[in-house]
């Protein structure tokens, strides 16, 4: 299926889950509410319309200083605009909803009000098709935002969700070891955060056994 | 793991008690740093707990800091035995962000730096399993052969190891003179290397009783552990990106996917060995149809010019005395002379640099090179996010990024294909006995950089 069919059909089977979608540069992406998340991956890996016997990928983005980024050189802006060419649309492609984080300033273009979005990478071997779903979480302060696991459809999403757990500090209710699996245990923080500064250091406390 | 169960044993029969052994982090037959913790019954493995991490660098939070084309040596460094195939991988993914397309003589020259790349990766791996085992002569054959192909990388990218030698809307330099030559000539010889290994490998009796039967995965549980790449070939599926989700060039080149029947060590090497004769067969149609590049101008009627003079003629606005002059260069700019740029880069000035002709010799040229290559300015993806997965030597080498607009990515994702064929080594242990962890763990091919990135 193109990218536009396979929207239409997860729309169709969740009319009131799907928060938004896009296909920018043919990706099919779609946005949807935490608590559709275990009925929607079950559906795509057994309903013959999807087939989706792959979790690909399974990652997060902290969205929190999305667009507020200040461009490091002072005079980055003195320059001249430059018309946009047809090879590079400079029409703003995000699908989501305007309105960024509240903290964020609420950079218009951004995918939503929400500060992270856990991303799943689908792919059907059988139809050849791949889906990306989104799943906004951590819309208000929440210290520990949290979504279900997908461990009981897919063994790949085991160490995946570790592995956000680790980075993001997102966890994974049904997980049945969710541990850090990059840092290691007594790391504090976590790194692929935005609020995680670079250069941070922090000493090794031995491995944990 | 439950590590404190001893089970009681009845009085007057001897205690039986189930054994730790940690294999690991630094072990000889471990081909990067990683943690086996295994619990044993006799021999056989009753359990086995992976721990990874050791090799973790921050690749995704640093690629966040620098600018686009930044992140290309740090892509070298997350599989070091193909780093072409990552770079490939990562610049096409900023492609397809940016919306554009390289020439087709690029994408050529990007299919065969990468098939090669890919030989050289199976050999390792294949080399370092053999030797495990014992078979020491083929590792050292098959290093032979690597050699031979890292010389052609040496030869196109002027690196063999961390190359870097792709860019974001291109490459960095046309393939040398010479190369065709060569290249068929390493490819000849890299087939004797395979012939040689084939005959002391495959019907080994040695060697064929550790691989067969050993580490062996159901095609149902490696899809489930979202395995790709010649590990899940080895189960009997057939999946390569290159056939099914074709990218650059690779719809047109004929080349077959070889699968294998039982999933276990002795079908991955198989495989291996089969995928290694196809990337030659990919390599020679690619060159066969690599369009052709520019005539270079002959040094005397070209009329090199040292930059340093170039730079003075332009000062003083005689252009007349620099116009269509070739300028001498550093060495390790050959192949990127302005004759040679519009087959290697994609034609957009907002994304790859001027030719050295055009930044020395005109302003529009040096104000292109330095509105890329100013902090804080270069590549300005529009804002919006892409996957796009390639076929790395493990498997399925996917980058996701997402863009905010400005000169360095939000958000960059590498999906490393060993990463989920290590979720999946206790499936492949359990059961199996401890010497039985060496050829498992070779065939594996686990690469620490592209593992913990």
Known sequence: ?209 | MDLTKTPGSPPGEPEIREMLLNVGPAHPAMHGIIRIVTKLDGEQIVDTDVEIGYLHRGFEKMAETVDYNGVIPYTDRLNYVSPLINNMGYCMAVEKLLGISVPERCHYIRVIVSEISRITDHLTCVGAGAMELGAFSVFLYMIKAREFLWELVEMVTGARLTVSYCRVGGVKADLPEGFDERCRKALQETRKVLAESDALLTRNRIFVDRMSGTGKISADDAISHGITGPFLRSTGVEYDVRKDCPYAVYDRLQFDVPVGTRGDNYDRFLVRMEEMEQSIRIVEQALRDLPPGPFLAHPETGRPIPAAEMVDEGKIGNIAAIVDARAVTDPTLEGAAKSQHPNIEAGEKRVFLPAKEDTYGNIEGLMQQFKLVMYGHGIRPPKGEVYFPVEGANGELGFYIVSDGTSSAYRVRVRPPCFAIMSALPKLLIGDMIADVTPTFGSVNMIGGELDR
């Open chain 1, 1 to 209: 299926m193109n990218a536009a069919s396979l929207i239409q059909a997860v729309k169709d089977r969740f009319p009131a889950g799907v928060k938004a979608s896009h296909s920018y540069r043919g990706d099919a992406t779609v946005i949807l509410g935490r608590e559709f998340l275990l009925e929607a991956a079950r559906m795509l890996k057994e309903d013959t319309l999807f087939q989706m016997n792959f979790l690909m990928d399974l990652t997060a983005v902290d969205f929190s200083t999305f667009g507020t980024k200040r461009s490091p050189a002072f005079f980055a802006n003195s320059g001249i605009a430059v018309s946009p060419s047809p090879e590079i649309p400079d029409a703003d492609p995000w699908p989501g909803p305007p309105g960024g984080h509240p903290s964020a300033g609420a950079a218009p273009g951004t995918p939503g009000p929400a500060r992270f979005v856990v991303v799943y990478h689908f792919f059907s071997l059988p139809l050849k098709h791949r889906l990306r779903l989104e799943i906004p979480v951590g819309e208000v302060e929440e210290a520990e935002p949290e979504v279900d696991s997908l461990s009981s459809l897919w063994a790949s999403a085991d160490w995946l969700e570790r592995e956000v757990w680790d980075m993001f500090g997102i966890r994974f209710r049904g997980h049945r070891h969710l541990k850090r699996i990059l840092m290691y245990e007594g790391f504090v923080g976590h790194p692929l955060r935005k609020d995680y500064p670079v250069n941070k250091r922090q000493p090794l406390i031995g491995p944990v056994n």
